[in-house]
Structures are given as structure tokens and as C-alpha cells.
């Protein structure tokens, strides 16, 4: 002890890098404490605030807290990426909790509008750490689950006994993770409160999970592991009241929900913010007692539903956002004074605990609403026009079983089709399609899958204003006016995508390029050094079940030429149709029928090389962007990837790799050194380089120039007219594309199109940027947009007007290799299926683009 004490006097050990806040700081004035309730400080070493608390240590207290109380129980309901696991507890009465189930049971029964109204606890769900860089949203759960397991007398058992309380903590794990070593690695022995220190400048990485995703925009699209564990837990209870605690920019006070007034999605009925802002006045008594700031109505909306204050609105939940003035590395300057992380966690806390006491407060309320809203969803669902809704997948029943899985996890009801139906302009048959119904209790849910709008009260948006899922699945759907008993014939669930093996085969096999995995097929014979030729038009090939017409881009493996055994390849193909689900045939001749190439034709089947993928991040790149690349190569497809920081390329050897992806940002430069090499390693080495967003602007303006500056116009020879400085914001927002689903014409005959059934195709925009249309080759417009291209989400007319029939994807010659740019992001949020195609097209098609002989 005289040695330690020695060596910190000296400095010669890290002293905290925060102030210290031993558990009294956050205990309840008035309440009484079991000393016999480990406290924080003396599992960790140090006190809530003091420092960093790490994930195993976290998950360590939380887990002895919840073992030793009888009124908390903790499972582990899924895992991150890196594999940390995400934490479940339930809180309430020792009697609750000999009942549990039953509770929940009789809470789920009785929001069934044919079974009379319950009277259990109120169910309240908190949620902590969805971004990992907000750390009191995260450490907040530390003092809640003590205050929950040693609080002592009538009023907190009387709250137990009232409610179970719904904690999952940490939602991201790995962001957390990354985000303490970042603040350890920089921590100093005194704290340094200068917010340029670089302990205090890590948010979007932080914020994010493994793979770069803001999981606060997943409870819709449902991509992550994370999200799938937590939203099925919340589905298993379906709470009353949701509560999601983050932090945001150092300057700003405190927030929390009802939020701005006239931002809400036309789907939440107004009931749900009248009740939430009741719940808000136990926040604000709280608040007010300590003379602290705050704001409940201004800055944040409700519109987006994939949101974790938002989707709960839309599925019968309050939904509550609280965001507090962050304190980055622990300690830092601001302009209202030094903000502090243990005053942070104090705060989340404080209004944990007054979130559970709103709720109380009007339990009879919030119950009765919550009944109502599934019964009036249910009537409501009778009543509308549409009744229901058909949706199909042609020729990528992977793709298809995606969107099953994902209503299935918004607890939607799907039927497979009893019989054929017309609508929507195409008969959809039964075997490849599947029906959802409106009338449902989750009606206002299947709403905000499925709808379409394009007119707003407001033109000012949080997040993105059109997410019809259909669309980014590229599903062929349509409404209907009616359905009939026979239309509807056995309620489904999502199914294994394993595919039977193929018969073996005296020839080769063939692989369908139009199925959502054949990429992760493609790759895994080109990684075996399997020689693979790809049908650059449609074939009508004999098989083991006949004479099928293949599309181009299918994937055709002959025995001839190969050094791998028959034997092993039809080992290899199988684990493709069992592991990727891809459908595998066997061909049995090398003739084709219909006047289509034959297998040997060289220019109908043409031969491709494995990818060698260079994925540039950081210096000014998106990272969601490259994140959602490296997740779509990696995660899904099953490519390695190398990744590397744009500002880090000189010394790079350039002859490793086949395709360069760039994604857009706030800064695309490159080094002029490292440029000339990039355009010498395309023009004579063959590369391919795929670009998306501002990185397609700027490859454009590198290999073929360019005259303008890429955006939209926005000057006018008109004088500008006078407005109200208060009109400020919405006007600047007019001409915004936040996010929305604009209509493409693809060629589908055309590499970068290969796979797809039909040349209509939904396309995610969020940016202005205008491609040029090559002058000098006729055939590089891989996708145009149509001459009235919005189909979801916000675009002001004169938006429209500029993208109506400009470039949405550009493939062309340079040299020996090929450019390919995307005027936005074909991977968007992991979610846009359609266009995921296309950039998958890029990294195995680009090679097969011709240049045109003729002149033009």
C-alpha cells in the first residue's frame, strides 16, 4: 500500500480522469440503501464517472446484481458482431416474478381486441447504449439496476410490485468498446477538459457497431444481430412505454420527447403525445428542483419509424428519446461551463426513475390507450380500401424469404397465395408469392412498411422520409381492393434457405444469377481457383429438370479445363445450394436450344477472375457508407476485403488488387502522387474502380472530366424575394433530398444488370449530385431515372424536375479497366436489395463491359 501510494504521489500511475462519484452522488435523497447491495465503486475499483467502465466489467456488476436480488433476473438474448453479449433484465416485485410469464402472458391477451381489458403491472422498457460513443446513456443502467436491487421501503416496493421494468443493456456493445479504449488510450494523468484534446474527438466511430451501422436506425430494417435480439424482446412483451437515453452535441442542455409538434408521423395518433408529455412533467418536476435546462418540444421529430423512440409509437408503445449534452472523454469545456460525465449519468438516472414514476402515474391511461390502439388498428384495417397487399420475388426466392423474415420480426401475419391474382398490372401465382392482410392488429405497422407517401405538412426531416420496404427489396407488390378466402391459403414463416443438392453431372453446372446469394456462390468456386464462365445474354439449357431459360449473368461451371476432381466439384456446388441456397443444375449438354448461345460460345459465356476488393474509409469518407460496403462483401457475401484509410495510400501495391471502391463524403480528394498511380493501375493494369455518391462525382471528373460542378442547379436569374427570417429553416430544407425512393429505368442486358427480371427498378437518394451523361458512348447509362421518379419520401418538384431522366449509374471503359459510378448508395442502411445486385454486378461484371467500336 506504501508503494502504491507512493507511486501516484510521484505521478507515476494514471490518476482518474474525472471527477470521482461514489454511489451516494447518485442515491435518491430520502431513501434508505441495503449496505449489503455490492455498490459499483467496490466491484470496479473506482466510481461511476471516475473512468471508463468496460463491457466485461459492466456485464460482471450488472450479472452479480441480478443474482443476488429477487427482483431482477438477467438472460443474454443475442450477441454483437464481436460476440459480447446484450443483456436482458427484468425488474419488479419477488411476487412478480413467481409469475412472470403469467404476466406477460395476460398483458399480450388482453391487447387482443376480443378479449376483455387486464389489470396487471404496467410494463415499462428501458433501453441504454444503442451508440456507443454516448456514455452516460450506457452507464446509466449501472446506478438504475443498483437503485432497482437496494432501494428500501414502501414507495419502491410499491413500484415493484406496480410495473416490471424492461432493461436491456448495453444495446451496442462493440461501439462501447471502441469507445473506451479510445478515451483510455488518451486519458492523461489529469484530466484535460480542452475539447480538441483527441480523447474527446470520437463520435461516428464510437457511435456505431462493428460494421460501422447506427443501430438507432435498425428497429425497421432489422439488418444487425443487435437489433434482431432486442426488437424480438420487445415484441415478446410489446411494453406500454419505451425509453431510449443518448447523448448529443456538448453545447446542447437536455432533451426529451413529446418533441417537436407538428414533426410526427401522420401513423401515432395524437393520444400518444398528450400521455408522453404527462410523463414528461415527472421529468421536468425532477429538473426544475435542480434548477437544470432543458427542451421537450423543439429540434427532435417523430417521423422516421425505425427510430427507438419512433417504432414503439407505431406498434402501440409510448416512445420516449432523451439526448443530454455530452461530455465526450469525461470532462469538457462548454460554453454553459464544464460538463461532466458522472453529472450525465445522474441526470439519464434521475429521469429513468421519473420515466417509471410517469408511467405510474397514468397506468389506467396509458393501458387503456395501448388496448385501444390495437383494437381501432384492427377496425381500421377492415375498413380501408386496401385490404391487403401481394408480393412476389421473381426468380430470387432468397430475396423474397428476406422480406417474410423481416415481417415476421414486426410480428406481421403473411399467407402464402391460394390462387392466381391479378393486380397491379401482373398476375402473381401461387408457389412465388404471399399476402398480408390489413386487417391486423398490427395495421399502423404494416402501414409504415408499405406505403408510399410523397406529400408532407413539413418538409424538415430528422432522418430519411421514405422507407417503403417493398420497394427497397424491389419486390414486384401491389394493393388489393379485395381478398377472398381462397386467396389466402397457409399462414408462413420464413424458411431455411438450403437447397437441395444437384444430381451429379456428366457436363457442369449451372447457377442462377438472379437468387440473392449467387454472389456468395461465385465467389466461393472463383476462391477454389474454379474455372467459371458467365452467360452474358439469356440460354436455354438443358438440365436435370429439362429445358430452363437462364438469364444473363448465370454462372456456368464446366469439368473441362479444371483441376479440381469432378467429385470435389460436385462437393463444392452442393455446399453452395445447401449453405447460400442457391439453386444448383446440372447441365447435361453443352447445346442450347432457341437459337442461344451454346456453353462454349465465347462472347455468349465469357470467363471472370476473382476479386481482389480495396475499400477506402476515414479522411473525410462516409463511414456508414463504407461500413455498409465492407458489411455486404464481408458479412453477407463472404469476400474478404482490404481496408484501408484514403489518406494512407502512397507505398500501396496497386498490383494486389482488381476493383477500388471509393465512397462519397465531405472530402473524395486524393493525393495527387496516388491518383496518377490510381489512373495508371485502370488505363493499363485493368482495374475497376466502383464509386458511389461525391466518390462517383470525383471519379467522373478524374477519368473522363468534367465541366461542372455536379450539383443540381440552385441559381436563378430571378431577384431573390424577400422572406421572414423565421421561415429560415423550412425554406432551406425545400430543395433537401433527406432520403427518399426515386424510380430507375435499368438496361437490363447490360453487365451491371445482369440477375434482374424486369428493367423497373427503386433507387434510395439522399443527395443532389448529378452525373453526367457520357457523350462519347451511347451504351454506358446503366440507369436512368424515369421522367416522374419519385416513388416514396420527400423531393421538391424542382428536385424532381433535375433528376427526371439524368445518369443514375454510369459504367464505362477507361483504358484496360473499367469506372463505374453510382450517383448514390446502392447499399443503403444493408436494406436496399434491389440495388445490392447491381453492386455486386460491379465487382464480378465489371470486367465484361465493352467498349463501343462504332462511331457515335
Known amino acids: 500500500m506504501r508503494l502504491l501510494t507512493g507511486l501516484l504521489s510521484l505521478g507515476l500511475l494514471a490518476a482518474p480522469a ?45 450479472t452479480e446484481i441480478a443474482e443476488s436480488s429477487d427482483r431482477i433476473s438477467v438472460e443474454t438474448i443475442g450477441y454483437s ?127 456505431t457497431n462493428h460494421y460501422w451501422f ?91 419509424v425505425g427510430k427507438g423512440s419512433t417504432y414503439p409509437q407505431v406498434n402501440g408503445s409510448l416512445g420516449i428519446l432523451f439526448e443530454i449534452g455530452a461530455a465526450r472523454g469525461g470532462l469538457i469545456e462548454a460554453e454553459r461551463g464544464l460538463v461532466r460525465h458522472d453529472d450525465n449519468v445522474r441526470t439519464q438516472f434521475r429521469t ?26 384492427l377496425a381500421a384495417g377492415e375498413q380501408d380500401r386496401v385490404r391487403g397487399y401481394v408480393f412476389s420475388a421473381e426468380g430470387d426466392p432468397a ?12 410480428d406481421v401475419d403473411v399467407y402464402a397465395l391460394g390462387r392466381d391474382v391479378r393486380a397491379g398490372g401482373r398476375t402473381f401465382e401461387p408457389g412465388e408469392a404471399f399476402i398480408v392482410p390489413m386487417a391486423h392488429t398490427q395495421y399502423t405497422m404494416i402501414r409504415s412498411i408499405f406505403d408510399q407517401p410523397t406529400e408532407f405538412a413539413e418538409n424538415i426531416f430528422y432522418d430519411v422520409s421514405g422507407w417503403t420496404l417493398p420497394l427497397a427489396y424491389d419486390l414486384e407488390f401491389a394493393a388489393l381492393n379485395t381478398i377472398t378466402g381462397d386467396m389466402l391459403a397457409e399462414q408462413v414463416d420464413p424458411q431455411p434457405m438450403a437447397q437441395p443438392a444437384p444430381p451429379v453431372s456428366s457436363y457442369g453446372y449451372i447457377l442462377r444469377w438472379s437468387d440473392y446469394y449467387a454472389p456468395r456462390g461465385l465467389y466461393r468456386l472463383l476462391d477454389e481457383d474454379v474455372e467459371v464462365r458467365i452467360a452474358t445474354e439469356p440460354a436455354v439449357i438443358l438440365t436435370h429438370e429439362g429445358e430452363i431459360e437462364f438469364g444473363a449473368g448465370t454462372v456456368f461451371v ?61 479522411d473525410g469518407l462516409s463511414l456508414y457508407d463504407a461500413g455498409e460496403v465492407w458489411h455486404q462483401l464481408d458479412h453477407r457475401m463472404h469476400i474478404p476485403v482490404t481496408l484501408r484509410r484514403k489518406d494512407e495510400l502512397s507505398g500501396l501495391d496497386w498490383s494486389r488488387y482488381t476493383h477500388l471502391i471509393m465512397v462519397g463524403g465531405g472530402n473524395t480528394r486524393l493525393d495527387e502522387s496516388v491518383q496518377e498511380r490510381m489512373e495508371q493501375w485502370v488505363r493499363e493494369e485493368g482495374g475497376v474502380v466502383i464509386a458511389t455518391r461525391q466518390g462517383a462525382t470525383r471519379m467522373q471528373d478524374i477519368f473522363f472530366g468534367s465541366d461542372e460542378d455536379n450539383e443540381a442547379e440552385t441559381a436563378s436569374d430571378e431577384p431573390l424575394e424577400r422572406r ?120 464480378f461484371f465489371g470486367g465484361l463491359i465493352s467498349r463501343p467500336s462504332g462511331d457515335y
Open 18 to 62: 474525472a471527477q470521482a462519484a461514489p454511489i451516494e452522488f447518485y442515491q435518491v435523497e430520502g431513501v434508505e440503501y441495503d449496505s449489503s447491495v455490492q455498490t459499483p465503486e467496490a466491484h470496479f475499483g473506482f466510481g461511476v464517472g471516475e473512468r471508463p467502465v468496460r463491457h466485461d466489467l459492466m456485464v460482471s456488476y450488472l
Open 81 to 207: 458482431h464481436e460476440r459480447r453479449p446484450i443483456l436482458f433484465f427484468t425488474v419488479t416485485s419477488p411476487e412478480n416474478h413467481g409469475r412472470i410469464e403469467e404476466i406477460r402472458e395476460a398483458h399480450l391477451a388482453q391487447l387482443d381486441p376480443a378479449n376483455p381489458a387486464g389489470d396487471g403491472p404496467a410494463v415499462v422498457w428501458i433501453n441504454y447504449g444503442v451508440h456507443g460513443a454516448e456514455s452516460s446513456g450506457m452507464d446509466a443502467v449501472i446506478p438504475t439496476l443498483y437503485h432497482f436491487a437496494a432501494a428500501q421501503g414502501d414507495e419502491i416496493e410499491q413500484t415493484l410490485n406496480d410495473s416490471v421494468i424492461l432493461i436491456t443493456a448495453i444495446f451496442n456493445p462493440d461501439g462501447h468498446a471502441r469507445r473506451i479504449n479510445h478515451v483510455e488510450a488518451f486519458a492523461g494523468s489529469v484530466p484535460t477538459t480542452d475539447p480538441s484534446h483527441e480523447q474527446h474527438n470520437l463520435w461516428v466511430e464510437a457511435r
Open 214 to 304: 447506427d443501430l438507432n436506425r435498425q428497429w425497421l430494417l432489422q439488418t444487425q444481430p443487435e437489433s434482431q435480439a432486442w426488437l424480438t424482446q420487445w415484441h415478446h412483451w410489446k411494453p406500454q412505454v419505451s425509453a431510449d437515453f443518448h447523448e448529443m452535441g456538448t453545447e446542447a442542455t437536455y432533451y426529451f420527447h413529446p418533441g417537436e409538434p407538428l414533426r410526427r408521423n401522420p401513423l401515432i395518433p395524437v393520444e400518444a403525445r398528450e400521455l408522453t408529455q404527462g410523463i414528461a412533467e415527472h421529468h421536468i418536476e425532477f429538473l426544475d428542483g435542480e434548477g437544470r435546462l432543458f427542451t421537450s418540444e423543439e429540434g427532435f421529430d417523430n417521423f422516421y
Open 352 to 377: 429513468s426513475l421519473t420515466t417509471v414514476s410517469g408511467a405510474l402515474a397514468q397506468r389506467e391511461q396509458i393501458a387503456d390507450y395501448q388496448r385501444r390502439f390495437f383494437a381501432e388498428a
Open 399 to 410: 430475396r423474397l424469404n428476406m422480406f417474410v423474415d423481416l415481417l415476421d420480426r414486426h
Open 558 to 618: 464446366p469439368f473441362m479445363g479444371q483441376e479440381m476432381s469432378r467429385d470435389a466439384i460436385h462437393a463444392l456446388v452442393s455446399r453452395i445450394a445447401e449453405e447460400d441456397g442457391v439453386p444448383v443444375f446440372s447441365a447435361m449438354s453443352g447445346s442450347t436450344s432457341n437459337n442461344t448461345p451454346d456453353l462454349g460460345d465465347r462472347r455468349g459465356f465469357r470467363s471472370v477472375d476473382r476479386p481482389e476488393v480495396l475499400v477506402l474509409f476515414d
Open 724 to 843: 421572414d427570417y423565421a421561415s429560415m429553416q423550412i425554406n432551406d430544407a425545400e430543395h433537401v433530398i433527406g432520403g427518399a425512393i426515386f424510380a430507375g429505368d435499368l438496361d437490363t442486358s447490360h453487365p451491371i444488370g445482369f440477375g434482374y427480371s424486369d428493367r423497373f427498378l427503386p433507387l434510395h437518394r439522399n443527395t443532389a449530385l448529378i452525373l453526367d451523361r457520357p457523350e462519347d458512348d451511347p451504351f454506358a447509362v446503366v440507369v436512368e431515372y424515369a421522367e416522374d421518379p419519385l416513388l416514396a419520401g420527400y423531393a421538391s418538384e424542382r428536385r424532381q424536375d433535375e433528376l427526371s431522366g439524368t445518369p443514375a449509374v454510369v459504367a464505362r471503359r477507361a483504358g484496360a479497366g473499367s469506372v463505374i459510378l453510382f450517383a448514390d448508395n446502392p447499399n443503403f442502411r444493408a436494406t436496399f436489395r434491389g440495388t445490392e445486385k447491381m453492386f455486386m454486378n460491379a465487382v
